[in-house]
């Protein structure tokens, strides 16, 4: 049974940092780069920030509008398995199915759709960064 403060909610990558436990010659720069592309198996450490919010509900009608099945199914995932990542592979895929929404301004959804496609554009110029969706529950992250 959903509460009514069930939430979808989205972050996406602020900063990336080296955890300073980690040994890393000072003077290899290739290295950190390295590092930085295999992720914290290293000791790479994710910053995220909240970047969109959407309560359960409203989000269940928001992705129910998109026409395409498979932005459908990936979107309905946070929901089936409580959490998603979404990176610069999914721009395409997405793009195309939120952008009807973000041109009818009589659609409920486009402020959420405009902020999709604000989160998408900010990847396609940086693919380093991804969005992270989980669902919330009334009782924490589920």
């Known amino acids: 049974m959903a509460d009514i403060s069930d939430e979808i909610v989205f972050w996406t990558l602020r900063q990336k940092f080296v955890d300073s436990g980690t040994a890393m010659p000072e003077k290899s720069s290739q290295v950190m ?7 914290h198996h290293v000791g790479v450490i994710d910053c995220l920030r909240v970047a969109l919010r959407c309560p359960l509900a409203e989000y269940h009608q928001w992705i129910a509008s998109l026409e395409d099945e498979q932005a459908q199914r990936k979107m309905q995932g946070v929901v089936t398995f409580g959490e998603i990542i979404i990176d610069s592979t999914h721009i395409s ?29 900010d990847i396609a110029h940086e693919p380093a960064i991804y969005l992270l969706a989980r669902k919330i529950t009334g009782s924490g992250i589920r």
């Open 33 to 39: 780069y390295y590092s930085l592309a295999i992720g």
């Open 93 to 121: 895929l997405l793009a195309k199915a939120f952008t009807p929404l973000t041109k009818n301004a009589e659609s409920p959804w486009k402020r959420l759709s405009d902020q999709m496609m604000k989160l998408l554009d």
